[in-house]
C-alpha cells in the first residue's frame, strides 16, 4: 500500500521495545521489527485502500500480544 509515515512509526516502536529492554538493544529491535510487521499483515488482509490500512495498522498494533506475536513473528537465528 501507498501510506506514508510508516517509517517514523516504526522508529517510535524500536524506541519503546528498546525503552524495556535497554540491555538487550539487538532483541529489542527484533521484537519492534516482528510486532510492526506482524500487525503490517494483519491490516493487509483487510484493507481496501490506503486509509483503511492505516487505521487497521494501528488496531492490529493496539490487538498485538506476546501470545500473538510468538505465533505470528518470523524470525530464525543466523
Known amino acids: 500500500p501507498r501510506v506514508t509515515a510508516l517509517g517514523c512509526s516504526l522508529t517510535g516502536l524500536v524506541g519503546a521495545f528498546a525503552a524495556v529492554a535497554p540491555e538487550e538493544p539487538l532483541d529489542a529491535t527484533a521484537a519492534a521489527l516482528a510486532a510492526f510487521a506482524a500487525a503490517g499483515e494483519a491490516?493487509?488482509?483487510?484493507?481496501?485502500?490506503?486509509?483503511?490500512?492505516?487505521?487497521?495498522?494501528?488496531?492490529?498494533?493496539?490487538?498485538?500480544?506476546?501470545?500473538?506475536?510468538?505465533?505470528?513473528?518470523?524470525?530464525?537465528a543466523v
Not at 491490516?43 to 494501528?58: D, I, K, N, W, Y
Not at 498494533?61 to 505470528?72: M, Q, V
Open 43 to 76: 491490516a493487509g488482509r483487510g484493507a481496501e485502500g490506503p486509509g483503511s490500512f492505516a487505521v487497521r495498522f494501528l488496531d492490529a498494533l493496539h490487538a498485538l500480544d506476546a501470545a500473538s506475536l510468538e505465533a505470528d513473528a518470523r524470525i530464525a
